[in-house]
């Protein structure tokens, strides 16, 4: 029989690359999004799997909506990738990250219970929730300290899927991702920022590239590659947590310059840091170690930091 998956967020970079690997290994596919009929979907368009996923309105923040919505398409599978996604905005709309991340996971979890049907969930967890871990290298047993709103959801949510999965025996998982970026990342997101300006910049134009802090240290990964990492926890025959990185760590300058060079530009005459643009609080280093991924998923990372920045450029994937 063929396997049912359904998507929430599905509009969004991960939901995207997810929704066209499940489709090339045979699933019906349906897409949540709040308004099915009014979103764009142009992840979905850009990908050419807009006409095979079959779009559902459902709000997560709405028990009902999720409920009926279980009921009506009965999925195997459902992975929860909603929710608000920037760091950078959960300082100026905390109560938003909050309710979207933590309230919508725990109507999943609950209505996936109540609906009592064999459902295996994914829950889209953060590296963000373990804060500044200095060097260490966070793994499946680091205690979380998160450093904005956004972190601070992300581990409530982490916490209900565990609370959920042990009180209730449900399928249920969290992937702890760290940092992983594809052509589909919207300019808010500061990868994404970086190599529009850079193209823009060796395309002639004039401006400068206005950043905060460089000096931050993040694991970045290729976003194509981590949503199989999704699949392969809701495969295994006991639902466990997974941290996804590649587990080396790289300077924001270091991506920087990865960028300039792919348009043939020397950054530094380009970029300027503007303090105004710091964080309330932020994690100045991020480090992993996604060895437990390696081992039990039989998953690890193909494209590190520099293959991520060339492939952005270059507007593959």
């Given at each position: 029989m063929t396997k049912k998956a359904l998507i929430c967020g599905v509009s969004g970079q991960d939901g995207a690359y997810l929704a066209k690997l499940l489709l090339s290994k045979g699933y019906e596919v349906y897409g949540g999004s709040r308004d099915a009929q009014m979103a764009s979907f142009q992840n979905l368009e850009r990908l050419g799997i807009r006409r095979q996923v079959k779009l559902v309105s459902i709000s997560i923040?709405?028990?009902?909506?999720?409920?009926?919505t279980l009921l009506r398409v009965r999925p195997d599978e459902v992975y929860n990738l909603a929710?608000?996604?920037?760091v950078g905005l959960s300082f100026e709309q905390p109560v938003e990250?909050?309710?979207?991340i933590s309230?919508?996971?725990?109507?999943?979890?609950?209505?996936?219970?109540f609906s009592d049907l064999p459902i295996r969930f994914y829950n889209a967890g953060s590296s963000e929730s373990f804060g500044d871990t200095g060097k260490l290298r966070a793994d499946e047993n680091t205690p979380f300290k998160p450093r904005s709103p956004y972190g601070v959801a992300k581990a409530t949510a982490y916490w209900q899927v565990a609370n959920y999965r042990e009180a209730y025996n449900l399928y249920a998982c969290t992937g702890i991702l760290?940092?992983?970026?594809?052509?589909?990342?919207?300019?808010r997101f500061v990868t994404q920022k970086i190599v529009r300006a850079a193209q823009r910049i060796a395309g002639g134009s004039s401006e400068k590239l206005v950043l905060g802090n460089i000096d931050i240290a993040r694991d970045w990964g290729w976003a194509p590659e981590y949503v199989e990492a999704m699949w392969l926890m809701?495969?295994?025959?006991?639902?466990?947590?997974?941290?996804?990185?590649?587990?080396?760590?790289?300077?924001?300058?270091?991506?920087?310059?990865?960028?300039?060079?792919?348009?043939?530009?020397?950054?530094?005459?380009?970029?300027?840091?503007?303090?105004?643009?710091?964080?309330?609080?932020d994690i100045a280093e991020g480090h992993s170690n996604p060895a437990k991924?390696?081992?039990?998923?039989?998953?690890?990372?193909?494209?590190k930091m520099a293959?991520?920045?060339?492939?952005?450029?270059?507007?593959?994937?």
């Open positions: 923040n709405d028990f009902r909506s999720v409920l009926q929710g608000q996604s920037s990250t909050l309710e979207s309230m919508g996971t725990l109507n999943l979890l609950e209505a996936i219970r760290f940092n992983h970026e594809s052509p589909l990342r919207p300019e809701l495969q295994q025959p006991v639902p466990d947590d997974f941290v996804i990185s590649t587990g080396e760590t790289h300077k924001l300058r270091d991506f920087i310059h990865t960028v300039f060079s792919a348009v043939g530009l020397d950054w530094e005459p380009y970029v300027e840091c503007d303090p105004s643009f710091f964080r309330p609080s991924a390696r081992q039990v998923l039989g998953w690890s990372a193909t494209y293959d991520v920045a060339r492939m952005m450029v270059g507007q593959e994937g």
